[in-house]
């Protein structure tokens, strides 16, 4: 799934701007709305959520399809050429019509998709493009939820999951071209360190339509000043660099891996991947990255500003890695769902270090129960994450892989966040999930996300991973205002991980909800004095507890959740900065403890 990209033999036309948009009211196949330009007067924005950018509750809550839909034209020197429309993210389940003809659908929100538009419409000519978008969630989509149905007939969703269920086209939408004879369909690079040699192992699949006997795969590698440093033939094989400048955490260096077909000496066919060169390795309890141990400082994030929801959005991208920069943030966690593109080409350039995680959040039913007294179900169940669902997950797992696995930046993915792994059932719903990771990527260490309640006691997978990553609330949904017993039972429940399992651990999750602006001589819970004091406390013990190799506090900003919680007051406060990027008083607090750890590393 090589995100697109203009070379000398391929063009690239972005499609974002305001479409026309609408709901569905009743049911998709009846209404057709692309068989007509669509009803109303409604333009939205590509890319954005479509929930918050309307003064209508209809539109805000609504439960089911929407339409998009805009007018395209084939730029007319495509006639060599094959070409698509490419979907960046249509969350949860998108289709793609060209005209009046249906061409494709792709369920998950979070991955791309390509729609064929060659042999439907010609160079030079235009047509109707309407991508219709669904958010339901069931309980065999990733994320899991339940739809309901009230008396009236009304549907509404639930989920468990702790971010508003934003939907729509939230990403780029292109129209791209390449070379239909053959192209380069897809590239995938693991890099090594020799001594002072870096190699770069590559592996380079092509799409044949014509018989193109005479045709041959070359490889260029460039440096950051276009200088050739390496080249080979063949399609897959190690190209190796003298003296290779590394990419570094905080230290970024990208060379271009460059694929070319070529045919007579001509190159008809070439795309480029940047190319960290660096190695990663769990080596007892120590994260090396590029035989060094890594520290990591930084976040759990969430894409969510207000208006937009989740649509990408440059400038706030931008910002948020220059706040991350500023405060000494190293790395940051995909929490819950793999990121726009153009965030993971930002931290390959800017040498942020990522935790990769799929969209396999609130696979837990434990929580509500436990929580809310809602009475027990069984997560792992027919009724609710089965075998299906299973299917879904490692689906999200390989798309997920096929996107990011060139990125250097990537150094562990995290195939679910909280599961309930405490109940019967985990292990034969993991073990097979963990199995694929590894095939898919033999490079990159994997872990899940620990849920507070799955204590090392009570956890019945976490030996099937590399890393231990826990999110803990003690002094927040434990312990609540009690600093003091927070902290030894903090420390002790460390302890016992390292004692039994002997792995790093990296806590992934920790933080108090705080309403910016509100102090207290007390320290009362939400006050910043409270937030202070709370990671204060966090920290002391993770600096008495050396196997802990990283902190990623929750969450980098306020975010939005669900409407139906009462203990969510305009959504989730547990951010660093306010929703609009403003520092509450503990930034100031963690910008002086990890500029410190990195002086360290
Ligand atoms: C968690 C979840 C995260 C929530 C957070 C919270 O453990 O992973 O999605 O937002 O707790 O604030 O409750």
Excluded at 519 to 535: F, I, L, N
Aim: glycine letters at 6%; aromatic letters at 12%.
């Amino acid at each position: 799934m090589l995100k697109p990209q203009a070379t000398s033999t391929r063009d690239l036309v972005n499609l974002d701007g305001t479409w026309r948009f609408a709901l569905v009211q009743s049911d998709l196949d009846s209404e057709a709305p692309w068989s007509k330009p669509l009803p109303g007067t409604l333009d939205a924005p590509v890319p954005a959520s479509y929930n918050d950018i309307f003064v209508d509750p209809a539109i805000h809550n609504h439960v089911g399809w929407v339409s998009y839909q805009r007018t395209v034209t084939v730029p007319r020197g495509w006639t060599q050429d094959r070409y698509f429309v490419r979907v960046s993210a249509a969350t949860h389940k998108g289709r793609v019509y060209i005209n009046d003809k249906f061409v494709t659908e792709h369920i998950g929100g979070y991955t791309p998709f390509d729609a064929e538009v060659t042999g439907l419409v010609k160079p030079g000519e235009s047509f109707r493009l309407t991508i219709t978008v669904n958010n339901e969630l069931t309980n065999t989509t990733i994320p899991p939820g339940i739809l309901e149905v009230n008396e009236k007939g009304k549907k509404s969703q639930r989920y468990f999951h702790d971010f508003y269920n934003y939907a729509g086209l939230a990403r780029s939408v292109w129209l791209y071209s390449v070379p239909a004879a053959e192209y380069v369909k897809d590239v995938t690079v693991v890099t090594d360190v020799e001594g002072k040699t870096g190699v770069i192992n590559y592996d380079i699949k092509t799409d044949v339509q014509e018989s193109t006997s005479g045709t041959s795969v070359h490889v260029v590698v460039l440096d950051e000043t276009d200088k050739i440093v390496a080249e080979a033939d063949g399609a897959k094989g190690a190209v190796k660099i003298d003296n290779a400048t590394l990419w570094q955490p905080g230290a970024a260096y990208l060379y271009q891996f460059r694929a070319e077909i070529r045919k007579d000496g001509k190159v008809v066919d070439t795309y480029s991947v940047a190319t960290g060169i660096r190695t990663i390795e769990v080596r007892g309890y120590e994260f090396l990255i590029n035989g060094k141990p890594f520290y990591f400082t930084g976040f759990g994030r969430h894409e969510d500003t207000a208006v937009r929801g989740k649509g990408h959005d440059s400038a706030y991208m931008v910002h948020d890695f220059q706040l991350m920069d500023w405060i000494g943030a190293n790395s940051f966690r995909t929490s819950h769902y793999p990121y726009a593109e153009e965030v993971m080409d930002f931290a390959d350039r800017h040498g942020v270090v990522v935790i990769d995680e799929t969209p396999a959040v609130g696979l837990n039913l434990f929580i509500e129960s436990g929580l809310f007294g809602k009475g027990a179900r069984a997560t792992w169940s027919d009724d609710f994450c089965n075998d299906q669902t299973r299917e879904a997950h490692a689906d999200s797992i390989r798309e997920l892989v096929a996107r990011d696995k060139n990125h250097a930046c990537v150094v562990l993915w995290s195939i679910s966040n909280e599961p309930s792994t405490s109940e019967k059932g985990a292990r034969e719903y993991f073990e097979p999930l963990v199995k694929l990771t590894r095939e898919l990527d033999p490079s990159r260490p994997v872990c899940f996300i620990n849920v507070m309640f799955a204590t090392f006691d009570k956890d019945l997978i976490t030996d099937l991973f590399d890393v231990i990553c826990l999110n803990r609330y003690y002094g927040w949904y434990a312990h609540t205002g009690d600093l003091e017993s927070a902290e030894t039972a903090f420390e002790t429940e460390l302890k016992g991980w390292v004692a039994k399992y002997k792995k790093p651990i990296v806590m992934t999750e920790y933080g108090a909800d705080t309403m910016s602006g509100m102090r207290s001589h007390y320290c009362t819970p939400w006050s910043e004095d409270y937030q202070v004091a709370y990671y204060n406390m966090c920290h002391r013990v993770h600096d008495r507890v050396p196997e802990v190799v990283g902190e990623q506090v929750w969450n980098f900003a306020d975010f939005q959740t669900a409407a139906n919680h009462i203990f969510r007051v305009d959504g989730n406060k547990k951010g660093i900065f306010t929703r609009d990027r403003k520092p509450k008083a503990i930034a100031a607090v963690l910008r002086e403890r990890w500029n410190a750890k990195l002086d360290e590393l």
